[in-house]
């Protein structure tokens, strides 16, 4: 992947994506519950504006070599949500604007922050970069920006087409994100008596195949063994970004609709969604 040129069309495709399904929406749409609990659509849209601002001045820090927490923020402990003080905000900031003020901030915001990485050179993408959940380089990141605008734009499309899916061109970069929120999200189960071999077997359209070995208080993510999983998970991509990212966890739901093949025992498989919960 080019850094610059490809990360860069992807945040802007995304949030342009985004922008031009909110513009298409009655203003009484923005009041709609979205897949987010607790927040609506307005709200949703209203942390993806309050966002680009922030995204744009951490990367300049970076970029001028300072990975410290800007003011007002700080690192968060493991296991430490970081949801509810979000949504307060996002709530707050969207209560003070119209829609069509949102809709021009949004645009306005994700214009700057493409521009400014349009303007990274290639050493930039490695440099330091601060993230509430730890430091880390620029180029990860960007693509925990373009998880959020790719997640939370399903978030809101969800809300109005229960069939919807994810954009198709950001999954190479968000499936390799997904270690990094497995382990930000894992939650120790003392009643875990065995371990448990979760198996992901992902034909495409970005092919994995890939075992999350789960014990009382760790997991592992391995290579698909010859080893017997206790859980089969089967799904498109899409989905199985869904699914880890906790936007699946009626589980039965996801069966039925198609979404999610399961093999093997179904209350091992109930229990992934709780092993590793949203923060």
């Known amino acids: 992947m080019s ?7 992807l945040v802007s495709s995304e949030a342009a994506h985004v922008r031009d399904f909110m513009a298409s929406l009655a203003p009484e749409a923005w009041s709609q519950p ?4 607790g927040w609506t659509v307005g709200d949703v849209f209203a942390h993806l504006t309050q966002s680009a601002q922030t995204w744009r001045d951490t990367i300049i820090r970076a970029v001028a070599g300072d990975a410290n927490p800007p003011p007002g923020q700080r690192l968060l402990q493991p296991g430490e949500r ?5 949504a307060e905000r996002a709530m707050a900031f969207r209560q003070e604007r119209r829609t069509d003020e949102l809709l021009q901030v949004f645009a306005q915001g994700y214009d700057r922050l493409c521009q400014v990485l349009l303007d990274l050179q290639p050493e930039d993408w490695d440099k330091p970069c601060f993230h509430r959940r730890g430091v880390l380089p620029t180029r ?3 693509g925990i920006r373009l998880q959020e605008l790719t997640i939370h734009g399903w978030d809101i499309r969800s809300a109005f087409d229960a069939s919807a899916t994810l954009s198709e061109r950001p999954l190479a ?8 929120w497995l382990s930000s999200s894992f939650s120790h189960e003392p009643r875990l008596a065995a371990p448990v071999r979760y198996r992901f077997d992902i034909p495409g359209p970005v092919p994995i195949r890939q075992d999350v070995l789960v014990s009382r208080d760790s997991f592992t993510l391995e290579p698909a063994t010859a080893a017997d999983a206790d859980v089969t998970f089967r799904c498109q991509t899409g989905d199985y970004i869904l699914f880890i990212y906790g936007r699946l966890n009626n589980l039965d739901a996801a ?9 093997g025992n179904h209350d091992r498989a109930a229990l992934f969604p709780t092993l590793f919960k949203g923060v």
């Not at 850094?3 to 069309?9: E, I, L, N, S």
């Not at 979205?34 to 609990?37: F, I, M, N, Q, R």
């Not at 970069?173 to 990094?180: K, P």
Request: with cysteine; charged share 20%; net charge negative.
């Open 82 to 86: 970081g949801s509810e003080s979000t």
């Open 255 to 263: 069966i039925h609709t198609g979404r999610l093949e399961v093999v």
């Open 34 to 37: 979205s897949a987010c609990a």
């Open 140 to 142: 990860d990141y960007v």
């Open 3 to 9: 850094t610059t040129t490809d990360m860069t069309g």
């Open 173 to 180: 970069v968000l499936v390799r994100l997904v270690q990094r």
